[in-house]
């Protein structure tokens, strides 16, 4: 290291010290860049996983539907015990059967293209089988108050009007049951149940106003079919 040649004593102002001698500091070797280790490379991409193929969600089995079936048939049935007449013994259980799947069949097409529409997340196969299950308890229902409808039917002239109120009940719980199926099916796709709301009450005042219209036609047909 060589030592900065110092000014000489005529040049230095008094009353300072004389300044220490400048040492240069010694250059740093250059460092080439060298390959990129394992842990500084920068990752690779994941590869995009293929989607899954869309497999529909099983449905409930047959006996299961023909049991659901079978309850409004024996509500039919009672309701005709106390007519007396053949024509109203065999057309009433398939009139109220048929009062019972109709609304269901013809609403459910509306709610689930409303739903798709809204960009709900819930996939069609799901809302099927929500209606499904829900058709099925108001057909156990139906079935239970045959008991009543049939005793009343036997025993007085309230058979008829018991029948269409016992199918009302059944009907109106059954769309409550749907109500609380189809929210727990957006719930469970991750959507917003409160976004499927609005769509469910338009759904059921379709579906009941329906009911109503086919329920006030079967009445007059079948009051005029049975004199």
Not at 189 to 199: K, S, Y
Request: glycine share 12%; net charge negative.
């Amino acid at each position: 290291m060589q030592a900065v040649p110092q000014p000489s004593p005529a040049s230095q102002p008094e009353g300072y010290p004389p300044p220490e001698p400048y040492i240069a500091e010694p250059s740093l070797p250059e460092i080439e860049p060298g390959p990129l280790t394992p842990h500084m490379a920068t990752p690779p991409a994941p590869e995009p996983h293929p989607p899954e193929p869309w497999t529909a969600e099983p449905f409930p089995n047959a006996w299961r539907v023909a049991q659901a079936g079978s309850g409004f048939l024996l509500l039919g049935l009672a309701g005709a015990a106390g007519k007396g007449t053949v024509t109203a013994g065999l057309l009433l259980p398939g009139v109220i059967l048929g009062l019972a799947v109709l609304p269901g069949i013809i609403g459910a097409p509306a709610l689930l293209v409303l739903h798709q529409y809204h960009g709900l997340a819930a996939a069609p196969a799901k809302l099927l089988q929500a209606l499904t299950e829900a058709w099925m308890e108001a057909g156990r229902l139906a079935g239970g108050l045959a008991s009543v409808v049939l005793f009343f039917a036997l025993t007085s002239l309230m058979g008829t009007e018991l029948l269409f109120y016992g199918l009302a009940l059944a009907g109106w719980l059954g769309l409550a049951a749907a109500r609380r199926r189809l929210r727990d099916v957006e719930h469970a796709a991750g959507g917003n149940p409160r976004g499927l709301n609005g769509l469910l009450w338009c759904w059921t005042l379709l579906t009941t106003l329906i009911g109503a219209r086919l329920t006030w036609m079967a009445i007059h047909w079948l009051r005029e079919i049975s004199g």
